[in-house]
């Protein structure tokens, strides 16, 4: 018999009473008393997070028996090359099975994190990991105990080794402000900047660092921020990789976008009805796409002048809930698009029209990024409850779901990036994981 049959007819046939809930495993009613002067902790949130934390271990149980195995009998690499072969498996399903088989062959391998600072190393929580277009260094934001962030740049070059070492530098830049968004610049060479969005306090803080603030060479010759501004509120950031915009980045603030050069200092101001939670732009045209927390998705031509009105907006998509990420594939004719309902959705830009749906995702308030990778064909999300999801891009498929090696909770949702290149152009394949104070490494191969 299913398990998951029966105890979904076990949970209609026993009925819900008020202020009680029932323990199918003792086959009793207890009671709930949420008061806060009782002494009972029984609440609906603890009796919640025990059943996730049950199937949280439960999972990682499964994973340590399933090491070299797949999740289903016959899948493996020479059966699916011979049903190709024979042509009895369609290109688009060989990939598909070829993905899938590789997604779930990922083993998890804790890195270890060397610094100049050995003091500092593996003493803070991470909160946001972002890599660089090639792949060969993160930027990591990290929570320190004063209530600030402490940022810091991981070289991935080690990951190409069996040691699995990673070198992190950390800044003699420090701040009490938290971070919301982060992205690189190319300011005088590729990822040669990071734009910061500071939220800590009203008015917020937007700032241009140097990446080499966090270089080991010549410690006494670091140039300081390029720019630094004082904003309200923001939510989000995006650089502008167009010539036609060249030297430009964008702010996402409480309803209004701001797109500044850097070099001239010239902003142009483009007022939304709504907060702008998520920015990417496009790189063939200097067009910035937006989602704002109403669920309006829209785009901005940077090269024309804001005019009152909405008329400046030119395509215009719709979702139910905040929208929380947006990111463009590379021909830039689709959009994929997350939002706080939990729904993944990729739009055809030229028919404005929804033509899939990932599902699985999981999310009710906390602003998650999407990461998108064509090469391999994934897509990879971390939900709210702390499990990173991959799914394939061609036909939607929810390929496999990645426990957290830690309890959920709101301060430990992982931040992770996947790359077919770790490290550079020599480096390996696979996905980063941050959450608390590790780093861990999937292979992918």
């Given amino acids: 018999e299913d398990p998951s049959s029966s105890s979904l007819m076990q949970n209609s046939v026993v009925p819900e009473l008020p202020g009680f809930y029932y323990d199918s495993e003792k086959n009793r009613y ?43 009998a016959g899948l493996n690499s020479s059966m699916l090359l011979q049903k190709r072969q024979l042509g009895l498996l369609s290109s688009t399903s060989y990939c598909r099975l070829v993905h899938e088989l590789k997604v779930n062959c990922m083993q998890r391998r804790k890195i270890e994190i060397h610094s100049p600072d050995s003091s500092v190393a593996g003493t803070n929580n991470f909160k946001i990991i972002v890599a660089d277009v090639a792949c060969e260094r993160i930027f990591t934001v990290n929570d320190v105990e004063h209530g600030g962030c402490k940022y810091g740049i991981i070289n991935l070059s080690g990951l190409g080794k069996d040691s699995l070492t990673v070198e992190m530098y950390d800044n003699l830049y420090f701040t009490n402000r938290k971070v919301n968004s982060v992205c690189w610049a190319s300011l ?50 995006a650089w502008c990789l167009n010539p036609q915009a060249d030297n430009c980045f964008s702010t996402g603030l409480t309803r209004r976008v701001l797109v500044t050069n850097v070099v001239t200092g010239h902003r142009q101001t483009f007022g939304t009805s709504s907060d702008v939670l998520a920015q990417q732009f496009a790189t063939q045209t200097p067009v910035l796409y937006n989602g704002c927390r109403s669920g309006e998705i829209f785009s901005i031509d940077v090269r024309q002048r804001n005019r009152k009105g909405q008329s400046w907006k030119a395509i215009r998509l719709f979702h139910d809930s905040a929208v929380t990420s947006i990111r463009l594939l590379e021909a830039e004719h689709y959009l994929m698009a997350a939002d706080m309902a939990g729904k993944i959705k ?54 496999r779901t990645i426990p957290s090696p830690h309890p959920s909770s709101k301060d430990a949702i992982p931040s992770v990036v996947f790359s077919s290149r770790l490290g550079g152009s020599r480096g390996v394949p696979g996905l980063l994981m941050a959450v608390k104070q590790d780093l861990y490494h999937f292979s992918y191969n």
């Fill in 30 to 72: 207890f009671r709930l008393l949420p008061g806060h002067n009782n002494y009972n902790p029984l609440t609906k949130e603890s009796i919640q997070y025990k059943a996730m934390e049950c199937k949280r271990l439960r999972l990682l149980e499964e994973e340590e028996k399933q090491k070299k195995k797949t999740t289903r």
């Fill in 188 to 237: 005088t060479h590729p990822d040669s900047h990071l734009c910061l969005m500071g939220i800590a306090e009203t008015p917020g803080c937007a700032s241009l660092l140097p990446a080499s603030l966090f270089s080991s060479t010549n410690p006494g010759d670091r140039p300081g921020m390029l720019c630094s501004f004082k904003i309200s509120t923001a939510w989000s950031c």
């Fill in 346 to 399: 990729l739009w055809d830009l030229r028919t404005t029209k929804c033509v899939k749906q990932y599902k699985g995702h999981h999310n009710e308030y906390a602003i998650l990024p999407l990461h998108v990778n064509e090469e391999e064909g994934l897509l990879t999300a971390v939900g709210q409850d702390c499990y990173t999801r991959i799914w394939s891009l061609q036909d939607a498929h929810l390929l």
